[in-house]
């Protein structure tokens, strides 16, 4: 029995030290795993918009807080990516992340060409192609070394789905030996029970017992390497003794005096910034910060930042510039736990933090203190983050000017995708006070995004939202009692031009009932285009229009709100496609310049959405003076060079919307290369125009721009002429069609000319669509009427007349 007891006593010991090996295994490998979530991809973000997707997914968190995509070390097609915080790039070398570790790397780029020519952030790493291919040249580096920005270190680096990498045979030999380890250590464990539950060896107890005291030990450790652990993830708490030898090594620490650390400190100001925003980022902040910018800080320091063009630039900034760039515009350091402009408490070592204590030390020193606290371990922070700065940092006499700490305010912001310009805002105030807005602007000036963003606002409030197309009645108003309705009504009148001439009595007579109000609670938006809400404003019928004061104007934007715009529109535009467009690097400051000479035939919104789909207008700025002219002439070019291109757009403008997978009508057919199949593939290739559906079930111009502009080249070429007439969806003949003679023409108007004549009065009878002349501009054109009378039953004409 002995033997028995003493034989079990070793299993259990065996089996307690296999428990150990496997708990510590299963704490510390998800501890190592998480310090920087590295995942094998398939391939990296090709351009900003789907790198901004993937940071987006993966999450990032601090300490890590940036998304990182990048080649494996010598392994050309491999791609892998991970969380960490990303330094500058010098040029001439390409992030990757190393074959063993999965830590950020810099190696020489050795490619023939498309190497880095300049230091860059890797957030940026898509803007430089070959470094995601074999960039290595005739020999492959196995080296890895680090870099330095004067000398800080370089933490630097596109995904689409994460994918495992298929067939690894480690992974799989892995799963297989974890399930017989678990196997085996189960069956062991069932064993010892059965047995000890037998002979009652006591084991049980004893286990019990050393389990407690393992799980006790590794959450102490567990804490320990928490409560070490720096805003990195990465540094741990060093012996004062080892924190010196460590500052004499690198900078002769005991040899330098109070003003070279903190002159130092300051340096590790400039180059945090470097590492957090960009030089494109700068110059944004110029414009969206422009008048807190303005009213705490003088022309001579801002104009520095105006003029920044390259790395070496950062180095001239303002120190309090920087400081307060730092708080206010980045968006990854963490602020102070006690908030900015105070002393941080002492366990709190966050970059943000340190930023703050620079500051504070800074500003004692300035009041003749010499004797300063946790110097060498702000130091040591700051070089464990950025690397060693070198000993040559220039120091200098600074004055005892002091760095102050300002809360610098954006000039507008951004709510989910939708920049809340002063017009939005205006309109949510309005409505509040009035039963009803109307939303005016040019063709383009975000006057849908405005009723799509205050039926949001209203959703979120439990109010139930009604949407009507260019009509409103007197029904649409009905609110039943203690209910709340919101109706927005979008291109009232028409969506290219004046149309409903057949129901414009029908909806004055809703507008004039809006201010009476019903049982329930009632607020309406109304959107309507300039050059309609112009001609209406004629008739002195239309008294409700005239309310100046429920008339909200859309097309003055601030340059902070053009420039949110644009950044989103570029994100989706034909860049994020294309690593070689020019257009990622055109400076809003140009785009500032074009739209300077914008007539106002359309919104500035539309032409900044135009040129991230079709930088060529960018090259021209009289472009913008007649933009439907210079989409006729791509139209132009495109029927001639790309036909089935051409043609699918011909056919969606004609339907409005293409349905996928439903059957084309047979008109379409007379189109060469026209089928469901061919409107599927090509899609990729007309981006630029197209836009898929909420639903996903179909495809329709992305503005309604792009329609009249197609609309009005195939009305001017015979060969497009006539099936345009017999066959585009109505409304749109019926708001753009107009006489010779047409005393209130508008930019977006087409001329009936005299060949069209027969083909529209052959549609107008053939389709019974007479009540659509009732009152229209083309019964003024004597031919096109006295064509149409001839073809009409006398009992019909007669109610079209009257």
């Not at 286990?207 to 407690?212: G, I």
């Not at 209203?458 to 209910?483: A, C, F, H």
């Not at 090259?619 to 002439?633: D, F, G, H, S, Y």
């Not at 056919?651 to 008109?667: A, Q, S, T």
Request: aromatic share 10%; net charge neutral; charged share 25%.
């Amino acid at each position: 029995m002995v033997t028995v007891i003493k034989s079990g006593q070793l299993v259990l010991q065996g089996i307690m030290k296999f428990t150990n090996a496997v708990l510590f295994l299963f704490i510390l490998c998800p501890l190592s795993r998480a310090a920087q979530d590295y995942i094998p991809v398939s391939l990296c973000p090709p351009g900003a918009r789907e790198w901004q997707i993937e940071a987006d997914r993966k999450n990032c968190q601090d300490p890590t807080p940036n998304y990182l995509c990048a080649a494996i070390e010598n392994l050309p097609g491999h791609f892998g990516s991970i969380c960490t915080q990303i330094g500058l790039s010098p040029s001439g070398m390409c992030a990757v992340l190393n074959s063993q570790t999965h830590n950020l790397d810099s190696v020489p780029c050795k490619a023939k060409e498309g190497c880095p020519d300049k230091p860059y952030s890797p957030r940026e790493l898509y803007k430089w192609p070959i470094c995601f291919g074999n960039f290595y040249g005739s020999e492959r580096t196995t080296s890895s070394p680090k870099t330095t920005v004067g000398d800080e270190h370089v933490n630097t680096t596109v995904m689409l789905e994460p994918v495992a990498e298929s067939g690894d045979p480690g992974l799989l030999a892995g799963i297989i030996i974890f399930i017989v380890i678990t196997l085996v250590l189960i069956g062991s464990l069932v064993i010892v029970y059965i047995l000890d539950k037998r002979f009652n060896w006591g084991l049980r107890d004893s286990l019990r017992t050393r389990t407690r005291a393992v799980y006790n030990g590794m959450n102490k450790r567990i804490r320990s390497l928490r409560n070490n652990r720096s805003d990195r993830g990465s540094d741990t708490y060093m012996e004062p003794f080892h924190r010196v030898q460590v500052l004499n090594e690198q900078f002769s620490w005991n040899n330098k005096d109070v003003f070279w650390k903190l002159t130092a400190l300051r340096y590790y100001l400039m180059v945090t910034l470097k590492h957090y925003i960009g030089i494109d980022e700068l110059k944004d902040v110029t414009v969206l910060f422009k008048t807190s910018l303005l009213q705490h800080f003088k022309e001579s320091i801002l104009k520095e930042l105006y003029d920044i063009n390259s790395w070496d630039d950062y180095a001239k900034l303002d120190i309090s510039l920087v400081y307060n760039l730092l708080r206010n515009v980045c968006k990854h350091i963490t602020s102070p736990t006690r908030g900015w402009g105070y002393d941080p408490p002492s366990d709190d070592v966050n970059l943000g933090a340190d930023i703050e204590r620079i500051r504070s030390i800074w500003n004692r020193y300035c009041d003749s203190e010499t004797e300063f606290m946790h110097l060498d371990d702000i130091f040591v922070r700051m070089f464990d983050r950025f690397g060693k700065i070198s000993e040559d940092v220039e120091v200098q006499d600074s004055g005892s000017e002091k760095i102050m700490s300002v809360e610098l305010k954006p000039e507008c912001s951004v709510n989910d995708r939708v920049v809340l310009t002063k017009a939005i805002k205006l309109v949510l105030s309005s409505l509040k006070k009035e039963t009803f807005v109307i939303v005016k602007g040019a063709i383009g000036s975000g006057k849908t995004t405005c009723l799509k963003y205050v039926d949001e606002h209203y959703r979120g409030n439990q109010w139930e939202v009604k949407w009507k197309e260019e009509i409103i009645t007197s029904s649409d108003l009905y609110v039943q009692e203690n209910k709340k309705l919101l109706l927005c009504c979008d291109n009232l009148f028409g969506a290219y031009n004046r149309g409903q001439f057949a129901s414009t009595s029908e909806i004055i007579k809703a507008l004039e009932n809006l201010e009476k109000g019903g049982y329930g609670e009632l607020k309406v938006v109304l959107a309507i285009h300039d050059h309609v809400y112009d001609e209406l404003q004629k008739s002195p019928n239309v008294k409700a229009l005239q309310n100046k004061r429920v008339v909200v104007d859309f097309n003055e934007f601030s340059d902070a709100e053009m420039l949110l715009i644009f950044n989103d529109q570029r994100k989706q535009g034909h860049c994020t496609r294309d690593r070689r467009c020019p257009f990622r690097n055109v400076d809003f400051r140009s785009i500032q310049d074009t739209l300077k000479v914008n007539s106002g035939q359309i919104g500035d919104p539309l032409l900044t959405l135009l040129y991230s789909n079709l930088h060529d207008l960018f090259n021209k700025k009289e472009a913008t003076q007649n933009i439907v002219r210079e989409l006729c002439i791509i139209y132009q070019n495109m029927s001639e060079e790309t036909p089935e291109l051409f043609h699918i757009l011909f056919y969606i403008m004609m339907v409005g919307i293409h349905k996928l997978k439903n059957k084309l009508p047979d008109w379409a057919f007379e189109l060469i290369g026209i089928s469901n199949e061919k409107v599927e593939q090509n899609v990729c290739h007309l981006d630029a125009f197209l836009v898929g559906r909420i639903d996903g079930q179909g495809l329709q111009m992305k503005h309604n721009l792009f329609n009249f502009a197609l609309f009005k080249f195939c009305a001017d070429h015979t060969k497009y002429q006539s099936i345009l007439l017999q066959h585009c969806q109505f409304q749109m003949i019926e708001e753009i069609m107009r006489p010779v003679s047409y005393s209130t023409q508008s930019d977006f108007c087409v001329v009936l000319k005299e060949e069209m004549i027969p083909v529209l009065v052959s549609r107008v009878v053939g389709q019974n669509l007479h009540m659509f002349m009732k009152s229209h501009p083309l019964m003024d054109q004597s031919d096109f009427t006295e064509s149409l009378r001839n073809k009409t039953p006398p009992n019909v004409w007669k109610k079209i007349t009257n």
